[in-house]
């Protein structure tokens, strides 16, 4: 199984590299503007710089870790992932329960459906005016922009694995005896696992987008902010350092969760001994 996921990501390797090679080789050949598009060599030298620390160390700074740690690239990247926990813990902690009440009783769902479907298309970048009018400038308006962006599709998710539950479990379930709690914690919960966790990856996928979105209006750090930044100077190079980093954050980000996912629904697919 090691073996096949190292040759699997192996694979995924050669259409990066490939990429990059045909964007070495425009850039050698100046068919394209450097200011437009740098080479990425001229990246990979401008990611280096926006990540190592401004100053040179002296040790009446403090503790070298502190030094080495302080470059911005480190600094705006836990900046960004701050706001996305934060902003994802919230809009899941209230999307969970939410979706799992109205799942679960079509009283709820009738009442709080329309409501729901009438504020789900509205995108959280539409908000960013009543976000700055409510909560000023800084993190709170950036969380509550990314908190909207992870609680629908956690929302959405949960209400649809409870009400989309087998009914040959219900059944079985009622036939054993199963009460209400029971049937609820017991089967309906378990069998909506692999859909909340959908949600969850979703959520998360949405919250790293609105972070950067929010930055860019009313934060003065972050990967979204500098991104703006770079270009008020047409620091094309930074600007897509910044991408880059973007990309590899998100990439990691995802991995992490569809492994927590595989190892958590080991029993769903049959995996568990």
Request: glycine share 10%; aromatic share 10%; net charge positive.
């Amino acid at each position: 199984m090691a073996k096949f996921k190292l040759k699997e990501a192996g694979v995924g390797l050669i259409v990066p590299a490939l990429a990059i090679g045909v964007w070495q080789l425009v850039s050698m050949k100046g068919w394209v503007n450097p200011q437009m598009l740098p080479s990425p060599l001229a990246v990979l030298e401008r990611w280096i710089a926006y990540l190592l620390p401004i100053q040179p160390y002296s040790p009446e700074q403090g503790s070298w870790l502190l030094w080495a740690v302080s470059g911005e690239l480190i600094v705006d990247a836990l900046g960004s992932l701050y706001r996305v926990v934060v902003g994802f813990a919230i809009g899941a902690a209230l999307a969970l329960p939410l979706g799992l009440v109205m799942g679960a009783s079509q009283t709820v769902y009738a009442w709080l459906n329309p409501l729901m479907q009438l504020l789900r298309p509205i995108p959280p970048i539409a908000y960013i005016p009543l976000s700055i009018l409510w909560f000023g400038l800084g993190n709170p308006p950036a969380i509550f922009l990314i908190v909207l962006g992870a609680f629908f599709p956690v929302l959405m998710n949960t209400i649809a694995g409870v009400r989309q539950v087998d009914s040959i479990y219900l059944r079985a379930a009622r036939n054993l005896g199963a009460g209400g709690s029971t049937m609820f914690l017991r089967v309906i919960l378990p069998a909506a696992v692999p859909y909340i966790l959908s949600g969850v990856r979703i959520g998360i996928g949405t919250a790293f987008i609105v972070v950067i979105v929010s930055e860019m209006i009313a934060v003065n750090n972050g990967l979204g902010f500098r991104i703006l930044e770079a270009r008020e100077y047409f620091w094309s190079d930074k600007i897509m350092a910044g991408m880059i980093t973007i990309g590899l954050i998100g990439l990691i980000i995802d991995t992490a969760v569809n492994q927590l996912n595989n190892h958590l629904l080991r029993w769903h697919r049959g995996l568990e001994n």
